[in-house]
């Protein structure tokens, strides 16, 4: 979206009417699980709904799970949020619309819903997801890696720590809360001071998020120190699962969870990845005009944020490929943190670039993306490049 009255946008834009500010979670599994940690700092936790007959009887992170039928006869004025991937998001989304049940999405709770309804009933300044870059070197050299690093040599410098310290500081000097704040690479335990860095931003700023994780391919065990700074700070540990291309990694796997169990280290292996989405970002810059990049980024607004040097980036994916690949695309598609101006205006504006709002109302590298519709360019997962 173009701006076109930077810091008043949403003047006339009426917040969802959230009657209860209590939900059912519809999925307790990992979506789930950020859910209800987000929604009961603030109160808004009502119950999880699944269908599994064995979380009903065990529960869910420590709370009672019901059966959607017990929802229908007991709740049903209620709110559900469906925490689910895409591919039952739909077939829940239609079961709900059948029973004339009330519902959201999650991402578009998280993303749009949620910190417009904050913003103006609450003057809480909320976003769904932002992340560190620590390192851009990795261990494995994925052909179709969405963030280009397959070029970066496995030499190439790090951020320093100082920048990660600066990056978390003005962020979070902005922020009120955020879902889930995340360290990423590349391969993050490639870096350094990982440890370091854990315990910096947990220290200071656990307290406003509700999830602080690392996302890792899982091809090096954490040190002991890095595990103690993880339970203390209460990091979830996010390992891709890239078995189906890279077979061996299953004895890795295995070591990392003993690892975790033995330490009580909050983790959650995603299921093998066998298909990921050619975002387009090698091909040649497409001819389109500025309406059709506005309306291709309007159609796919990315959560991934990334805040690095006092700047946040919209979408991590195009500042890391631009930089590992040497485009120098959209060198200019970030909103400076620095320089945004005190008070309510400056935090307006915050809400509104994180909700899509900006000078072009797209970003360069969109010209190199196929956004949305990379769905329809399926690509191998991990595969690597010999």
């Given at each position: 979206m173009k701006w076109m009255n930077r810091g008043e946008e949403l003047?006339?834009?009426?917040?969802?009417?959230?009657?209860?500010?209590?939900?059912y979670v519809f999925g307790a599994g990992d979506i789930g699980r950020g859910l209800y940690v987000t929604l009961s700092f603030f109160g808004m936790f009502a119950g999880f709904i699944d269908n599994d007959v064995q979380k009903q009887k065990n529960g869910f992170y420590g709370q009672l799970v019901q059966s959607y039928q017990w929802f229908l006869e007991n709740e049903r004025d209620k709110t559900l949020i469906i925490a689910a991937n895409e591919a039952n998001e739909q077939e829940i989304s239609r079961q709900l619309r059948e029973d004339n049940c009330k519902f959201f999405l999650s991402g578009i709770f998280l993303n749009s819903v949620l910190?417009?309804?904050?913003?103006?009933?609450?003057?809480?300044?909320?976003?769904?997801?932002?992340?560190?870059?620590?390192?851009?070197?990795?261990?494995?050299?994925?052909?179709?890696?969405?963030?280009?690093?397959?070029?970066?040599?496995?030499?190439?410098?790090?951020?320093?720590?100082?920048?990660?310290?600066?990056?978390?500081?003005?962020?979070?000097?902005?922020?009120?809360?955020?879902?889930?704040?995340?360290?990423?690479?590349?391969?993050?335990?490639?870096y350094e001071h990982l440890k370091e860095a854990v315990e910096y931003i947990g220290e200071k700023y656990r307290n406003k998020m509700g999830t602080f994780s690392i996302t890792s391919n899982g091809t090096i065990l954490p040190d002991q120190a890095l595990v103690d700074n993880c339970k203390k700070y209460r990091v979830l540990f996010r390992i891709s699962n890239y078995v189906k291309a890279i077979p061996n990694l299953q004895g890795q796997y295995n070591k990392l969870e003993k690892i975790f169990l033995k330490e009580g280290v909050d983790y959650h292996f995603s299921k093998a990845e066998e298909v990921w989405w050619n975002y387009g970002f090698t091909d040649k810059l497409q001819e389109e005009s500025e309406e059709q990049l506005i309306r291709k980024f309007d159609r796919c607004m990315t959560p991934c944020r990334e805040t690095r040097n006092g700047k946040l980036y919209f979408c991590v994916m195009a500042r890391t490929v631009s930089d590992n690949l040497g485009y120098h695309i959209g060198e200019n598609d970030f909103l400076d943190l620095g320089l945004l101006p005190d008070g309510d205006l400056g935090r307006r504006i915050l809400l509104e670039y994180n909700l899509g709002y900006s000078e072009k109302g797209y970003l360069e590298m969109c010209a190199r993306c196929h956004g949305k519709d990379c769905r329809n360019y399926p690509v191998m997962a991990a595969r690597q490049l010999r």
């Open positions: 003047n006339e834009y009426k917040a969802e009417k959230l009657e209860h500010e209590k939900f910190p417009i309804y904050f913003f103006q009933k609450k003057k809480i300044l909320f976003m769904n997801l932002a992340q560190i870059c620590v390192t851009e070197r990795c261990t494995l050299r994925c052909a179709d890696c969405a963030h280009g690093c397959w070029a970066v040599d496995r030499n190439a410098k790090d951020m320093e720590l100082e920048e990660i310290y600066v990056s978390a500081d003005l962020f979070f000097s902005k922020i009120d809360y955020i879902h889930e704040f995340v360290l990423i690479g590349g391969e993050p335990l490639l």
